[in-house]
T-cell receptor, first 113, second 115 residues
């Protein structure tokens, strides 16, 4: 099941620079997209979301961009901080599915001091 | 900040035994979910639960699985006769309502190890 794909298993950036995490999806019924952050031995923590009627949503250092025609979304973190080092999951849901989440495999972000 | 709590954090069980995983969702949330993550794989949806009944379940959620809300606070996942392939992290999640802009909040998971 590859409905949500995160093609980069890992990403390494310098503190203070921008981190860009990418996600692609194939199911055109998805209308709500979320990013979760996960530290080892903890559950996924909700970070930011975007509905399909928007193309951008911003919350502090975190911005999510949605390109519906390309079925692509990205998470920008700027400036990146060492505490941002974690696995980031992209997830998507569709209205008709009771909003069950379909997850990508995750991208391990490492922010180096 | 309110959070979803799960117990136990780690459960070791012999194959064929029954296991019950417990969750306390956030108190004003009405929609509950179970997901699992097998080591090295994606987080997968198992089941959603609303108004004391299952609203949706995946192909993984076969007759060996059941969910229950035995009282006003707990939400449980039971696996009747465990198999080796049930070994995974099991995450409980809850949300205020099953609609857009109501994100699901996850517990820290129960690591289930089947021997």
């Amino acid at each position: 099941d590859q409905q949500v794909k995160q093609n980069s298993p890992s990403l390494s950036v310098q503190e203070g620079r921008i981190s860009i995490l990418n996600c692609d999806y194939t199911n055109s019924m998805f209308d709500y997209f979320l990013w979760y952050k996960k530290y080892p031995a903890e559950g996924p923590t909700f970070l930011i979301s975007i509905s399909s009627i928007k193309d951008k949503n911003e919350d502090g250092r975190f911005t999510v961009f949605l390109n519906k025609s390309a079925k692509h979304l990205s998470l920008h973190i700027v400036p990146s901080q060492p505490g941002d080092s974690a696995v980031y999951f992209c997830a998507a849901s569709a209205r008709g599915s009771n909003y069950k989440l379909t997850f990508g495999k995750g991208t391990l972000l490492t922010v180096n001091p | 900040e309110p959070e979803v709590t799960q117990t136990p954090s780690h459960q070791v069980t012999q194959m064929g035994q029954e296991v019950i995983l417990r969750c306390v969702p956030i108190s004003n949330h009405l929609y509950f979910y179970w997901y699992r993550q097998i080591l090295g794989q994606k987080v997968e949806f198992l089941v959603s639960f609303y108004n004391n009944e299952i609203s949706e379940k995946s192909e993984i959620f076969d007759d060996q699985f059941s969910v229950e809300r035995p009282d006003g606070s707990n939400f449980t996942l039971k696996i009747r006769s465990t198999k080796l392939e049930d070994s995974a992290m099991y995450f409980c999640a809850s949300s205020e309502a099953p609609r857009m802009n109501q994100p699901q909040h996850f517990g820290d998971g129960t690591r289930l190890s089947i021997l």
